[in-house]
């Protein structure tokens, strides 16, 4: 039974389940629900979940277990003629696994009746042809071997699958019949369906747990394996990007230093654009715009935060490129010769990160209790000396934090510089040439290829986990000082 | 104060108030300037979204209009059978359509020479076309049937103003400049007119033989279910999560970890969720490549510390009056919860999963990892396959264009942008007139 099915069969069971055990608790009362210990709803959902979370739960395990359950069975029964040198037993199951895969389908189609499929031999005309014909091709013709164990795998397949639909039926209708004998009056229903709906909560609670938990797995398994088959040190220390093309072999040179300064760099100058606009502009909106002006001042400053950076990426690429190699380029001083270079990067991604700096600053400026500006005015000053010498020292902690938190957008960014920032990647103190960063890059060495075994690939989960660990420190950084400072003056 | 402590010694210089001094001057003036630069850094800031907005509407809105050869056209059942006849079909039929638009232009006045392969580099191969159409209805023969046929690309640009004559080399094959006083003849005759471009908006991609076929439909319906996966999945999750962390969660170092997990989670980068996506979702649970379903799972994945943040702020928003009075009338902690608490959060809730729904709109970095990036020609056959087959998505398609080197598709990632944009846009107004209608005050 497929196990779209099975799931809605759980369900029926689970609606039957519900309106009997309702229907014996209420009968228990006599008919009368206020002599019940909980509402009458409470006990058909306490019958639900009696039916529904142990056959899930079946259901699952066995789904995740078959899998792996059946390879193994089969790759101990494949004779070790099977696994040839030129080839691993990885490769074979994988082979199996089609051939099973497109008797599936020549079965379903009808090219093929399932006894047929079953009792095939080698000799039985060309099966991959046929198998062609169903829409699943294969590389060369299929081995007696292989036949064979793709015949035992379909076979343990669908036991496998018989076995399943029985055990998670069983679990259910047990459930059903445990759920129901307790429905009396005195059961109490509410608690036990409370507790239920709690693990709902705290599971889904967890999700962010497991979310780091997999983040974590996947860049660390992957990066402890590029590091199996390339040096760590030259990886940190390298100051050479030049990956050959997968396929071609030859030596790869993958430093990362040279991504790490083209990020840094793209970064810095995004900040340069982005800090003193933001900053200047979260001042005035504070402290001497009138109310008019900043209801209308700062909602169109915060567009430009909710503007996709497809979009600023794609600014870079075809308006500030081409305007800069306008100003700069060969026509007058010819300092720039290409409009993907650091400082359109830089450039564009200062404008994305205006609205977060000064959003941010304008929190924080407005935390400056206000009797710290008063006792300045009392004493004379004027008010752009008050925000100099009063407001901003006493908001600088918070004020850097935002600019951390900016620093770590700047650098985990990734439209922006692959659109605008060029593909070379050098150790250049120049703005105008084209530099690569590790998000860049990230982007490149993933996209396309799907051999994940190449260290060209599997370069990119390296860097990955150097981007994560870079903007985890910056965050916690970060948050440290604004949670400090906010104490300050809590 | 006493006259006993007030320096005597120094008598201070008579001066009038009503003038400045010059240190006075100088604080006035630094003042100003400080001033000045505030209003220069906000006029900075909206200058850029100005220029943005323009640098947008200004690229993109041609995108939305083409050029068409509007033709009213009559075949006669003599003329279909002796085409059909002939050896060379779809020559007959170009030169039955010479003769028509030569008379055509001849009734109002206007004689320009032309040839098949002009009327080709114009408009495409228009016998093909016709005899296809007359095939399929027979029943149109002897009438005039009017026909809207697309330009070709570079007439389409010549008429945006994109593309002129210079841009013609000595024998391209594409066009000539003679083509060009053609289709000036034909503009004048009203023949070749601007019209609104459906085809971009309904239409799939296309490569690079015929780039003013490119629409972005397909790509609008894979961004579409994918934030059906998102929705799906996010809300019900955010909500228990914020519920649970919010009222239920003792003071422990579990609830801590979650809360530093979450606020991490939302700091980091979005490559790395595509990173995420690709080990956990494609390379160790072989969900298929490219799908919908995976990117709408690595989207939820990085909405999800959004939603938890703005649902807990509208929860906590709930003053505590109402847990108490639910309280004491006898519900339980859970029946508080779900039955007053969250009714009275909905709005607040619903409002910022609308704007993590934006901010997932128009995520590209993750999608470009799962391979969301591919050539999509098709339409999904079927809803499921609309899920798990392989399709891209409305950004993911605008980088496709970008990276891309004709001009035309430049256009086209533009006027993407545009419907991404006007996307975005409605959802935030939602979300804004949700909170104007239902927010309330305590």
Redesign the interface.
């Known amino acids: 039974m497929p196990v779209f099915w099975l799931f809605l069969c759980v369900l029926g069971l689970a609606v039957i389940g519900s309106v009997v055990g309702r229907m014996r608790a209420l009968q228990s009362a006599g008919g009368d629900s206020r002599k019940l210990h909980s509402l009458p709803n409470y006990y058909s959902a306490n019958v639900g979940m009696w039916v529904i979370t142990p056959a899930f739960a079946v259901l699952l395990v066995w789904l995740l277990a078959q899998p792996l359950f059946i390879d193994s069975r089969v790759a101990n029964l494949l004779p070790d003629t099977a696994v040839s040198e030129d080839t691993t037993l990885g490769l074979v199951m994988s082979d199996v696994r089609r051939v099973a895969h497109g008797l599936d389908l020549a079965v379903a189609q009808g090219e093929m009746t399932a006894d047929e499929a079953r009792t095939l031999g080698p000799d039985d005309g060309d099966l991959r042809e046929r198998l062609a014909g169903v829409g699943v091709a294969l590389g060369s013709s299929v081995s007696p071997e292989v036949l064979r164990a793709a015949q035992d795998y379909r076979q343990l397949n669908s036991a496998g699958a018989w076995m399943m639909t029985i055990a998670v039926l069983v679990t259910a209708m047990a459930g059903l019949a445990f759920g129901v004998s307790k429905s009396t009056r005195d059961f109490r229903a ?1 608690n036990m369906v ?1 507790r239920g ?2 693990a ?10 497991l ?2 938990i ?2 974590l ?3 660390i ?2 990066t402890v394996e590029f590091f199996r088959i390339y040096p760590a040190a030259d990886f940190f220390l390298g100051l050479e990007w030049a990956p050959s093309f997968s396929g071609r072999g030859g030596a790869s040179s993958l430093g990362v230093l040279p991504l790490l300064w083209g990020t840094f760099y793209i970064s810095l100058i995004a900040l340069l654009v982005s800090v ?6 979260a ?3 504070s ?2 715009a009138t109310p008019r002006v900043r209801a209308f ?1 700062k909602p ?2 915060e ?2 935060a ?6 600023y ?3 870079a ?3 500030v490129g081409p305007l800069l190699v306008q100003v700069f380029g060969d026509n007058t001083v010819g300092w720039m010769s290409g409009g993907t270079a650091v400082i359109t990067a830089g450039l564009v991604m200062g ?1 994305m990160l ?2 977060f700096v ?1 959003s941010l600053s304008d929190d924080i400026i407005n935390a400056v209790p206000q009797a710290m500006r008063d006792g300045s005015y009392g004493l004379g000053a ?4 008050t ?2 010498q009063v407001v901003i020292p006493a908001a600088l902690p918070g004020i850097v934090g935002a600019i951390l ?1 900016a620093a ?1 957008r700047a ?5 922006i510089v ?2 605008g920032a060029g593909a070379a990647a050098r150790l250049s103190l120049n703005p105008f040439e084209a530099m690569t960063t590790v ?1 860049a890059k ?2 490149s060495q ?2 396309g290829d ?1 051999d ?1 075994a190449s260290p060209e690939a599997l370069v ?2 390296a860097l ?1 986990t150097t ?2 660990v870079i ?2 420190g910056l ?2 950084l970060a ?1 440290y000082i604004v949670r400090k400072y906010r104490e300050q003056y809590e | 104060m006493t006259d006993a402590s007030m320096d005597q010694t120094a008598p201070r210089p008579k001066r009038s108030l009503h003038v400045a001094d010059d240190r006075t001057r100088a ?2 003036a ?2 100003k ?3 000045a ?6 006029t ?3 200058l ?2 100005v ?2 907005i323009w ?2 509407l200004s ?1 993109g809105l041609p995108a939305f209009q083409r050029t068409v050869v509007d033709i009213e056209f009559t075949l006669t059942q003599e003329q279909f059978d002796e085409a059909e006849k002939a050896v060379l079909k779809t020559k007959v039929y170009t030169d039955f359509f010479i003769a028509s638009l030569t008379r055509q232009l001849e009734d109002q006045g206007l004689e320009v020479a032309f040839d098949g392969k002009a009327v080709e580099r114009l408009m495409g191969k228009v016998g093909g076309t016709l005899r296809s159409f007359y095939r399929d209805n027979p029943q149109a023969l002897g009438r005039a049937v009017s026909f809207e046929l697309p330009a070709a690309s570079r007439v389409d640009r010549y008429f945006k103003g994109t593309f002129s004559r210079d841009g013609i080399s000595e024998g391209n094959r594409f066009i000539q400049v003679e083509d060009l006083d053609l289709a000036d003849a034909l503009a004048e005759a009203g023949i070749i007119r601007q019209a609104f471009n459906w085809e971009f908006i309904t239409g799939v991609d296309t490569g690079v033989d015929n780039p003013g076929g490119a629409g972005i439909g397909a790509s609008v319906l894979g961004s579409f279910m994918m934030m059906i996966v998102v929705l799906v999945l996010s809300l ?3 909500v ?2 914020s ?3 919010e009222e ?2 003792p003071k422990n170092w579990f609830t801590d ?2 809360e530093v ?5 939302a ?7 595509g ?2 996506g ?3 979702f494609i ?2 649970m072989h969900l298929p ?1 490219s799908a919908p379903l995976v990117g709408g799972l690595v989207l939820t ?1 990085m909405t ?2 959004t939603i ?1 943040i703005s649902t807990r702020a509208s929860l906590r928003a709930v003053p505590p009056s109402i847990r108490d009075a639910a309280l004491g009338v006898g519900a ?3 029946q508080t919860v779900f039955h007053h608490v969250l009714p009275l959060a909905m709005p607040g809730i619903l409002t910022g999963t609308i704007i993590g729904l ?1 901010q997932a ?5 993750p999608l ?2 799962i ?1 969301m ?1 591919g050539f999509i020609a098709r339409y999904p056959e079927t809803f499921l396959q609309g899920f798990e087959g392989p399709n891209s998505a409305m ?1 993911a398609q ?2 496709n264009w ?2 891309r080197s004709d001009a035309v598709f ?1 256009e086209k ?2 006027g993407g ?1 545009i419907v ?2 006007i996307f ?1 846009l409605s959802m ?1 107004i939602i979300a804004i007139l949700l909170r104007r209608r239902f927010e309330r005050r305590w």
């Open positions: 509410r409370e709906i709690l709902i909560l705290i599971f889904a609670a967890s999700i962010a747990i979310t780091t997999g983040i797995f996947s860049l398994f992957n003193p606009i933001g900053l200047f502009s001042i005035y909106l402290e001497y001042a169109l400053l567009v430009l909710g503007i996709p950076t497809i979009v990426g794609l600014f690429l075809l308006t404008i205006i609205p000064s004027t008010q752009s000396e925000i100099r938190l770590s650098i985990g960014e990734t439209m692959v659109l998000t990230i982007v993933l996209t799907s994940f990119a989960f990955g981007l994560f903007t985890l965050n916690v948050l | 604080r006035r630094a003042e300037r400080f001033r630069y505030g209003v220069a850094a906000i900075a800031g909206l850029c979204l220029v943005l640098s947008i690229n019900p999750i955010g228990a999560a519920i649970y962390l239920f969660a970890l979650i997990n979450i606020s991490n989670l700091a980091v980068p979005s490559i790395v969720f990173i995420l690709l080990a956990v390379q160790f490549q994945l999800l510390p938890i339980s902690r859970m934006a709109l128009g995520e590209t970095a470009l990892l391979g990036v950004p605008i980088y970008a990276a430049t990632a533009w942008i991404l944009l975005l935030n």
